[in-house]
């Protein structure tokens, strides 16, 4: 493997703790009931910090707009899928329709 795809494996794998760490937050966010909850909302901050620190480190190793989209993407699908599967959520079949089309983008991102 030669060097700039190990960096660029590196940098992805960076945007995908980001994300986890993003969509953590998130969820976080949600539990702590708009921080009546503090220490959900505090551990919620926490993980939005060490999101942000993850993704600096990520953006050493790749473009800025590519790191940012697909941080953002898989945000948004696991932010989706966290509140469907842990507080009941409800999707309009749009919005899974939406998610298939950003897995599909996301795809055609990372083969870039």
Same mark, same amino acid.
């Given at each position: 493997?030669?060097?700039?795809?190990?960096?660029?494996?590196?940098?992805?794998?960076?945007?995908?703790?980001?994300?986890?760490?993003?969509? +953590?937050?998130?969820?976080?966010?949600?539990?702590?009931?708009?921080?009546?909850?503090?220490?959900?909302?505090?551990? @919620?901050?926490? @993980?939005?910090?060490?999101?942000?620190?993850?993704?600096?480190? @990520?953006?050493? +190793? !790749?473009?800025?707009?590519? @790191?940012?989209? !697909?941080?953002?993407?898989?945000?948004?699908?696991?932010?989706?899928?966290?509140?469907? !599967?842990?507080?009941?959520?409800?999707?309009?079949?749009?919005?899974?329709?939406?998610?298939?089309?950003?897995?599909?983008?996301?795809?055609?991102?990372?083969?870039?």
């Amino acid at each position: 493997m030669d060097t700039l795809t190990s960096l660029f494996s590196a940098g992805l794998l960076l945007v995908m703790l980001a994300a986890v760490l993003d969509v +953590t937050a998130n969820l976080l966010l949600a539990k702590s009931e708009g921080f009546r909850i503090r220490r959900y909302g505090l551990l @919620a901050l926490v @993980a939005v910090g060490l999101a942000f620190t993850s993704l600096s480190y @990520a953006v050493r +190793t !790749m473009d800025l707009a590519v @790191a940012y989209a !697909m941080w953002g993407g898989f945000g948004i699908l696991g932010t989706s899928l966290g509140g469907w !599967m842990l507080f009941g959520q409800r999707l309009k079949a749009s919005a899974w329709a939406g998610m298939a089309l950003l897995v599909f983008g996301l795809s055609i991102l990372h083969a870039s």
